[in-house]
């Protein structure tokens, strides 16, 4: 959940058994969908968007199943793409939200994109910072750990850490490091620092079952990005070491969205310079989602 911010109203729905927690901020006739992203984090990342976007919108958080303030299944059949972007519908349905744009960053844009495809009267407008979808070319890092997730390993260092039998050895230390490839700007370790406080929050054993888990093809996600028929906007940093900004080049190729590359700047460019992501959400959402559009 959102720290230290008072929601103007809270509630759940239920999937399965598992309770997933949402938070409503504001109450304007326009309305925002934050989506959560890996469940390595909750919707505290949001935490520079919710108050500057809720003086004109009422915005909608959740905590996807797996962190924060909702449950913590280790059944990967609670991870799907298709499970989180089933949620993301049922929340708006919970809050009284019928239509809104819809937000993402990195991994939530693959429940954003299905949510787009599978539900299309409920959004209004997309915004994808720094999307995480399986367009080629994978980051050298990342290529490399899904060859390492399942072997012993001697030696655990940099992306190696990207390892099952690691992450029970020394979570924090997985942590510590995955962020720090979140954040490759310079003078980052404030952020860095607030990810891991997010990431301590759950365990090795229900992130391995995220990774476990079914994901979106890239023939489905390329089908569902070429029937974006909504004003869509991507954002990237060229400095990203999780998702290429090669790979967000052709994700805003695909769905016909506008295309921002930030210069210097990595994975969460939405927690690093929150001033410039929130100015340049702003021009997007006054052009395409005005005053007297309907929420």
Avoid at 97 to 108: D, F, K, M, Q, T
Avoid at 166 to 194: K, M, N, Y
Wanted: proline share 6%.
């Amino acid at each position: 959940m959102l720290r230290g911010l008072r929601a103007t109203r809270s509630g759940e729905i239920e999937r399965d058994g598992a309770k997933v927690r949402y938070q409503v901020f504001g109450s304007a006739e326009r309305s925002i969908l934050l989506l959560p992203t890996w469940s390595i984090v909750h919707s505290d990342h949001w935490r520079h968007q919710v108050p500057y976007l809720a003086q004109r919108y009422t915005v909608l958080t959740f905590d996807g199943l797996g962190n924060g303030a909702s449950d913590r299944p280790t059944d990967p059949a609670y991870y799907t793409d298709d499970a989180f972007a089933a949620d993301a519908a049922s929340v708006m349905d919970a809050a009284g939200i019928e239509r809104a744009v819809v937000i993402s960053s990195s991994l939530g844009a693959a429940w954003q994109l299905l949510l787009a495809h599978r539900y299309p009267h409920l959004v209004a407008a997309s915004v994808y910072i720094a999307p995480y979808l399986p367009f080629p070319p994978l980051t050298r890092g990342y290529a490399e750990a899904e060859l390492w997730w399942d072997e012993h390993l001697t030696l655990h260092a940099g992306w190696a850490m990207w390892n099952r039998e690691f992450w029970h050895q020394d979570w924090p230390a997985f942590c510590r490091f995955f962020f720090s490839r979140c954040f490759t700007e310079p003078d980052s370790e404030e952020q860095i620092e607030h990810f891991l406080s997010m990431g301590l929050e759950t365990s090795p054993e229900v992130i391995a079952a995220t990774i476990d888990t079914e994901v979106i093809s890239e023939e489905t996600a390329r089908a569902a990005a070429e029937a974006v028929c909504v004003p869509t906007l991507v954002l990237h940093g060229d400095e990203d070491a999780i998702s290429s900004v090669e790979s967000g080049r052709e994700f805003a190729r695909l769905s016909g969205a506008e295309l921002v590359v930030l210069p210097g700047s990595g994975h969460e460019p939405h927690c690093r310079i929150p001033s410039q992501v929130n100015g340049l959400l702003d021009a997007f959402l006054s052009k395409q989602y005005p005053s007297g559009t309907e929420a």
